[in-house]
Nanobody, 130 residues
């Protein structure tokens, strides 16, 4: 199976920026969508963003649109989340994710429905605090 590893988390002040990266290792897989989810303390996991491997179309949660930008390499082996204008409420553990051809579930948020995943990493902590 493919293994995903996140990096780039840390502590940043409100209004600052961080860039998260994800790297896939192990066996190769033709993903449909790759992206990011997050889980804040006391809250349920939520989708953040994803990008289509095939055509590069991007999808964002309303809470991050205009502030976060997702990108990928051409092969879909690595992908990034550039986070600008960070807010305290962005504090969470961020997970990189991938949707394989075998996935059968979808996010209930129609803006992110295809971002639901069946492969994920261990997470990286992002803390936004003054």
């Amino acid at each position: 199976q493919v293994q995903l590893v996140e990096s780039g988390g840390g502590l940043v002040q409100p209004g600052g920026s961080l860039r998260l990266s994800c790297a896939a290792s192990g066996s190769t897989l033709d993903y449909y969508y790759i992206g990011w989810s997050r889980q804040a303390p006391g809250k349920e996991r939520e989708g953040v963003s994803c990008i289509s491997v095939s055509d590069g179309d991007t999808y964002y949660a309303d809470s991050v649109k205009g502030r976060f930008t997702i990108s990928r390499d051409n092969a879909g082996n690595t992908w990034n989340l550039q986070m600008n204008s960070l807010k305290v409420e962005d504090t969470a553990v961020y997970y990189c994710t991938a949707r394989s051809p075998q996935a059968t579930t979808y996010y209930t948020d129609l803006n992110l429905s295809f971002c639901e995943y069946d492969i994920w990493g261990q997470g990286t902590q992002v803390t936004v605090s003054s």
